[in-house]
């Protein structure tokens, strides 16, 4: 059967749009927030013209919002850092689009299950691969997350030196510091669903271990 036949049987189904699904608006899996990120750090027009820096303080600028989620951009002088924090019940996406940043992580899934439980936060019990989406795979998944975001279960401690373009993907409660530790500024950009409305600072500081990162892209 050759292929006009086949058309002829099937029907063209760009001829019949109500069968074709929309392109969605604004971003819903973790696919899509890390799309976003590298669609935004691939167009240095929305963000470049915006950056400035501040050696008082970390500088930063919310670019974008959508349901749900914000879109932050922030720039670093050399030795500027977070401490260490975890962002409360917000999943997120850090991009870096400049420079180079230092991140260090912990792992504190017994802890932060507990803390979640108490505040009556149910645990998925599912398990999948979200290689596409950046180090999320083999992790608990969590509500209040991106969809499909897990835990990450790992080291208790880790170091990673991120270059332009490199991203990490983090569920909600994921504690970590990130520091500007080279002699160049940096530019990063940060997607948090649901939107960023606390930082708890930890005092234990993570201890430096190397580790592999996300290819930068």
């Known amino acids: 059967m050759n292929s006009d036949n086949d058309l002829q049987i099937a029907g063209d189904l760009l001829e019949v749009q109500h069968l074709l699904q ?4 604004h971003p819903v899996t973790v696919a899509e927030f890390v799309g976003l990120a ?17 050696a008082t303080s970390r500088w930063y600028h919310r670019l974008r919002t959508g349901p749900g ?20 019940r917000s999943s997120g996406v850090l991009t870096v689009l ?6 260090r992580s912990e792992n504190n899934s017994e802890r932060l299950s507990k803390k979640h439980s108490a505040k009556g ?20 998944e969590r509500s209040g997350a991106f969809p499909g975001v897990r835990l990450e279960d790992r080291p208790k401690s880790r170091s990673h030196v991120l ?3 490199a991203q990490r993907v983090f ?22 669903y649901p939107g ?22």
């Open 171 to 192: 569920a909600p409660g994921y504690v970590h510091e990130v520091v500007n530790d080279s002699i160049e500024p940096a530019v990063s950009l940060h997607i948090y």
């Open 163 to 165: 270059a332009p373009g």
């Open 22 to 25: 929309p392109a969605r608006e």
């Open 121 to 140: 936060v149910e645990e998925g019990s599912g398990r999948h691969s979200a290689k596409s989406a950046g180090e999320t795979e083999g992790v608990e």
């Open 69 to 88: 989620y914000e879109v932050w951009l922030l720039s670093w002088v050399p030795g500027q850092g977070t401490g260490t924090h975890d962002h409360g």
């Open 98 to 103: 400049a420079g180079e940043l230092t991140e």
């Open 196 to 217: 960023l409305t606390e930082m708890p600072m930890h005092s234990a500081r993570c201890a430096p271990t190397a580790q592999d990162v996300l290819p930068a892209r």
């Open 38 to 54: 590298r669609s935004i750090a691939a167009d240095r027009a929305q963000w470049a013209p915006l950056v400035q820096y501040d």
